[in-house]
């Protein structure tokens, strides 16, 4: 029980972080202004570890690779902390293989997440700051799907198309995972 509570907490503060980490890499690379609520809860979460990266890990065109590599440094870090307690040090190398696919899993868990409080948002159509970010983060992964599937009565479905298709990459991805690591 104590190993599944500490495996629990580790994974809430990982994917906490890792996903505003994940967040800021996007929001940037999107050119979204972090003048607003969103961005500065990002900002707050993720300086202390994206900061210090960038003295080393240069940009690479729009792409934050600091971002991107503090997302993959927490899952390394919780996956590492996590091999310690079980007492596996013998086998520590498949530590950075499973931290690649924690941060893909956590990279399409964060899209989801992202959609469905889009999907929310646009029913009450609040116009709020953190609606409209929320919206132009949405639109380029939306806009795609806009151009296949027509509009069913006025309602939007590529939403819920795109969640369809997060959890199938999400399937797929556990199973290259388990494949891999047998």
């Avoid at 799907?145 to 969640?163: C, E, K």
């Amino acid at each position: 029980m104590f190993h599944q509570i500490i495996s629990f907490l580790l994974e809430v503060a990982a994917s906490l972080l890792g996903g505003a980490c994940l967040l800021r890499l996007y929001m940037q690379y999107q050119r979204v202004p972090f003048a607003n609520p969103v961005g500065r809860f990002v900002f707050a979460l993720t300086d202390w570890v994206v900061l210090p990266l960038r003295r080393v890990v240069p940009p690479l065109g729009r792409w934050d690779l600091a971002s991107l590599t503090g997302a993959y440094l927490l899952k390394l870090v919780q996956f590492a902390l996590l091999w310690l307690l079980a007492g596996s040090l013998a086998s520590l190398t498949w530590v950075p293989l499973l931290a690649l696919f924690g941060l893909a899993q956590m990279t399409i868990s964060s899209l989801t997440g992202l959609l469905i409080v889009y999907a929310v948002l646009s029913w009450t159509q609040t116009g709020s700051p953190v609606s409209l970010v929320i919206e132009r983060l949405c639109a380029p992964l939306l806009a795609p799907l806009r151009r296949i599937i027509p509009l069913a009565g006025g309602v939007d479905l590529s939403p819920l198309a795109l969640l369809v298709l997060l959890q199938v990459a999400a399937m797929v991805l556990a199973s290259v995972q388990q494949s891999v690591l047998r």
